[in-house]
């Protein structure tokens, strides 16, 4: 069944993968993110192969700019299906370099991002009487390594507040966790701590291409509404 699927940071990475991958499976894409001419290159991808794509610009950090992305979303397709919260930064650093700005920009995408998402689509998903929540977490959220004290606390939170929704939402609104391991993307090159970008480029050396993830959304949207899959890790087989 075709489905309005919303997906926040899809200019690039697993958002740009996922998106891709869902337009194949026949669904109506709306894309959101903070660089125009990344989101229009994807835009174009859809619709080169045959699917159908809105796009908004969005900031996730802010609370009514999220809210006016899903409810435009709504109002104009009258309704919507699921949200892939795939939002993310990951500047990673020691925490003795002190570096708070950055801390705080990771709290800020990867935590209150998140949680703008929940607020603008419950209302929605619950009028509906259906849903589905995909929160794009990190096998941070499941441990800790050096210099990445405060991005893996993000995804740990990403992690318990999914869960939480879980938890406590009627069985009709679906909820699912996908936690990458290592993966192609743009996200090491926001590193600005120098000892934390060498420790990321030996890292990185293993990583898996974002389809990877995408295939795994995918699957976790096409299953059938009595089946609620709630927690995937997807990493490459050398990573440990």
Not at 22 to 33: A, F, K, N
Not at 121 to 144: C, K, M, N
Not at 162 to 176: A, H, N
């Amino acid at each position: 069944m075709k489905k309005i699927v919303l997906v926040t940071g899809a200019g690039s990475g697993i958002g740009r993968a996922t998106a891709l991958r869902l337009s194949r499976e026949g669904h109506h894409l709306v894309i959101g993110g903070r660089r125009e001419d990344r989101l229009a290159a994807v835009a174009e991808a859809i619709r080169n192969g045959g699917g159908s794509v809105d796009v908004r610009r969005l900031d996730v950090t802010d609370r009514e700019d999220v809210a006016a992305f899903v409810d435009g979303a709504a109002e104009e397709h009258g309704r919507v299906d699921v949200l892939v919260g795939n939002a993310g930064v990951m500047p990673l650093s020691r925490l003795d370099s002190l570096l708070v700005e950055e801390w705080d920009r990771m709290i800020d995408v990867n935590i209150r991002g998140l949680l703008h998402g929940i607020a603008a689509a419950l209302p929605h998903f619950q009028r509906q009487g259906e849903g589905h929540f995909v929160t794009i977490a990190s096998i941070g959220a499941h441990q800790v390594v050096p210099t990445g004290a405060v991005y893996c606390a993000t995804k740990y939170a990403a992690w318990a507040i999914t869960e939480g929704l879980r938890q406590e939402l009627d069985p009709g609104i679906r909820v699912t966790t996908v936690s990458p391991g290592v993966v192609e993307s743009e996200l090491a090159g926001t590193i600005t701590d120098p000892g934390a970008r060498e420790a990321m480029r030996t890292y990185r050396a293993a990583a898996i291409p974002p389809e990877a993830i995408a295939d795994a959304v995918a699957f976790a949207i096409g299953q059938p509404p009595e089946v609620d899959v709630n927690e995937l890790v997807v990493r490459p087989a050398r990573q440990r």
